[in-house]
């Protein structure tokens, strides 16, 4: 799985793991996201602010 990185505030989001705060299943990418899904830690808006940071 990959993990993908908040470009504001660099909040890790785990896809192996979901979020279950935000009812996101593991094995979620952000693009699986809702449309007003934000970053829980900054609450950035959007897909577009979090990239690929690595491959497990």
């Given at each position: ?45 959007g897909v577009e602010a979090f990239i ?5």
């Amino acid at each position: 799985m990959t993990i993908y990185v908040c470009l504001h505030c660099e909040y890790k989001f785990d896809s192996e793991k979901g979020d279950p705060a935000y009812n996101i299943p593991a094995g979620a990418t952000p693009a699986d996201m809702p449309d007003d899904w934000v970053c829980p830690e900054c609450a950035a808006l959007g897909v577009e602010a979090f990239i690929a940071e690595e491959e497990k």
